[in-house]
């Protein structure tokens, strides 16, 4: 009796086992599922970000955001949404630089001239008459002395997702003809609100002030300011060409710029995400490239068929005025500006 007993109690425990097994390996199981399941989710996340910029859409940076767009959501399947505001619509350039600073999701263009605010070295290449032609300027970023500099603006927090968008050749627009620095004594030229840009136009001889580029068309018709510089598609943008009627091939600045973020807000985003932000905004890049240059060349004859008068300048003349420019800047690295023309001498050879 006590021997069937025992062998009655070895079997339930031998089931009471087996079952226990049973319902660890369904819960392990339920749970490698749930696991999967977070996985894909996570695989799926669409991260928003903003794109701002103060031209307007139909201009090339405008085009180019557009194709930037195109590119990054089609490459990501979807997992990247780019939302455009052009025109300044999430406030002036260094307002928006400000809240990238901060680790909102914004990528905004940035002026080389306004990250000088940050990393002071930057802002030579913004400079005026620094080289001959963009490809100049954009071999720098391709140097060890431009990854000194992102290196710099990552300890403020900002991260350039893209360094070279050809932003245009500067030209100036104003109330009367200018052909020579002469011409521009008494003149208040609206200028971007940055240390460059004033102390250059303050070096040439004109009475520099600062203006949101949205602001300028109402500012021309007001007296505020009695021209403005900047590349030919973004003077016909803001219709500035409506109230001036005098354009001065000055050439100032070859301009290009930078589009940047927070490194707070970017270190949220997934690697491989991020690598689909730099190819595709280089890809708009050569885009938008492209699209500046024949735009270039139709609004110059549409400004003369709206009357504009085009007159050629002296460019040496205005060249030896802003050499001063380069000693206005106590903050920048002794020597920069005979490093940078080292750096380019070095490509030519």
């Known amino acids: 009796m006590k021997k069937t007993m025992k062998v009655k109690l070895s079997f339930l425990v031998i089931l009471l086992l087996v079952f226990t097994v049973a319902c660890s390996s369904k819960t392990d199981e339920s749970n490698t599922e749930s696991g999967d399941a977070e996985a894909k989710s996570d695989k799926g996340k669409t991260y928003t970000v903003n794109i701002a910029f103060g031209n307007q859409p139909d201009e090339p940076i405008g085009k180019l955001a557009s194709k930037w767009k195109e590119l990054a959501e089609e490459k990501s399947e979807g997992r990247l949404k780019l939302k455009l505001y052009p025109s300044s619509q999430l406030g002036a350039e260094k307002d928006v630089v400000e809240q990238a600073v901060t680790g909102n999701n914004v990528i905004v263009m940035a002026g080389y001239d306004f990250l000088m605010d940050y990393v002071p070295d930057a802002g030579i ?6 080289v001959e032609d963009f490809d100049e300027l954009q071999y720098l970023t391709k140097t060890d002395w431009f990854e000194g ?3 710099d ?11 070279t968008t050809v932003y245009g050749e500067r030209h100036l627009l104003t109330n009367k003809k200018v052909t020579s620095p002469e011409d521009l ?3 208040k030229i609206r200028v971007p609100d940055n240390q ?11 009475s520099a002030t600062p203006y949101p580029l949205g602001e300028l068309y109402t500012a021309l018709q007001q007296g505020l300011v009695n021209g403005a510089e900047n590349p030919l598609p973004v003077l016909q943008g803001v219709k500035a060409h409506e109230v001036s009627k005098h354009l001065s091939l000055t050439g ?5 710029t930078s589009w940047i973020t927070g490194t707070e807000f970017i270190e949220t985003i997934p690697d491989d995400l991020v690598q689909i932000l730099r190819e595709t905004g280089n890809e708009a890049n050569k885009y938008a490239r492209g699209v500046l240059e024949d735009e270039s060349a139709t609004v110059l004859e549409e400004f003369k068929a709206a009357g504009v008068k085009v007159h050629e300048v002296d460019t040496e ?11 206005e800047f106590p903050k920048w690295t002794p020597g920069l ?4 023309q080292k750096l380019l001498n070095k490509r030519n050879d």
Do not use: C, W
């Open 125 to 130: 290449l913004t400079a005026p008459y620094l």
């Open 149 to 151: 500099i992102r290196d």
């Open 153 to 163: 603006l990552r300890k403020q927090n900002i991260e350039i997702i893209n360094p």
């Open 185 to 187: 004594k008494g003149l």
């Open 196 to 206: 460059m840009s004033i102390k250059t136009f303050n070096a040439m001889g004109a």
């Open 252 to 256: 100032h600045q070859k301009f290009i």
């Open 317 to 327: 003349a205005f060249k030896e005025k802003v050499q001063s420019v380069y000693n």
């Open 337 to 340: 500006y005979d490093e940078i």
